[in-house]
């Protein structure tokens, strides 16, 4: 699933967008309001983004929702998150499936709280069937984790035998990778300002565009992810070829 699709139309819907969530505490902040009402407005905006995403036809939508280095914030802020994902989660549910968005999450899931966790998995059990917008949320999670974690799992396949040294190509790494049911993200949004990729997905976005955007997550608008996606659209992507190889293999070849 993972290898590159070399998709090129420019007029096709990314199949896979990837958005870094930033700017939550500035948004609060500017307003003399504490941070983690920045958190709540920014799952409105969640909520947002994720019906635009279905509504435009996109297949995968990966949030990153709580990175591995957010346990070190305070622990009231890392515990009014963790309170506030599973419950935005938990009441969510029947809109997710009404809307057959399936939830499915990436990351070091086992260090969360037990209460988060069932009603993330409740959620992803109860939305499994759901055949539109796959929603997968990026928690406990970054990329040196991820790619440490395959590391592991192909050196112990090595060792046991199920897997031979030489057969480990580009698409066997990705197997090993939390996201391998998912093609790799096409476009990468960061809001907030920012522009770096902090620790998220940095095998899966070696070909993706990046959209930065100041814009912080919580006023980050249907219209502003609509933008993000349209000026995708208008972008070539060459995958290391040249601008003519690209023309050619779109030039419709003759029939006789
Ligand atoms: C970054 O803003 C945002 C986060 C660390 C958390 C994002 C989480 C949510 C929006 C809730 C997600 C909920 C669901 C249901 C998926 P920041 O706090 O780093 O902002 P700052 O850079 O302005 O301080």
Same mark, same amino acid.
């Given at each position: 699933m993972n290898s590159q699709s070399h998709e090129t139309d420019r007029n096709s819907v990314p199949a896979h967008v990837a958005i870094i969530m930033d700017g939550n505490g500035r948004w609060a902040q500017a307003r003399g309001l504490d941070r983690s009402e920045g958190h709540v407005e920014g799952v409105n905006t969640v909520r947002k983004i994720t019906e635009e995403a279905s509504e435009l036809g996109i297949k995968y939508l990966t949030l990153?929702?709580?990175?591995? =280095?957010?346990?070190?914030?305070?622990q009231q802020e890392v515990d009014m998150l963790m309170h506030l994902i599973g419950i935005a989660i938990e009441r969510e549910t029947p809109d997710l499936i009404k809307n057959n968005v399936r939830l499915t999450m990436i990351g #070091?899931? =086992?260090?969360?709280?037990a209460e988060a966790l069932e009603r993330l998995r409740g959620c992803i059990s109860r939305t499994?069937?759901?055949?539109?917008l796959t929603l997968n949320l990026a928690l406990s999670y970054s990329s040196r984790w991820e790619i440490t974690d395959a590391v592991r799992h192909i050196a112990a396949d090595v060792a046991a035998g199920r897997?031979? =040294?030489? #057969?480990?190509d580009e698409n066997i790494v990705s197997a090993y990778m939390?996201?391998?049911d998912m093609p790799d993200p096409d476009l990468l949004i960061r809001t907030g300002g920012d522009m770096r990729?902090?620790?998220?997905l940095l095998w899966q976005i070696a070909y993706a565009e990046l959209y930065f955007t100041q814009t912080h997550w919580p006023d980050f608008s249907k219209e502003d992810f609509r933008n993000a996606v349209a000026q995708f659209k208008g972008r070539e992507r060459r995958f290391g070829l040249t601008g003519e190889q690209i023309k050619a293999s779109q030039t419709p070849k003759k029939t006789v």
């Open positions: 990153y929702a709580f990175s591995t =280095e957010n346990w070190n914030r305070p #070091d899931v =086992e260090r969360m709280p499994a069937h759901c055949t539109g897997l031979k =040294e030489l #057969d480990i939390a996201t391998k990729v902090s620790n998220f």
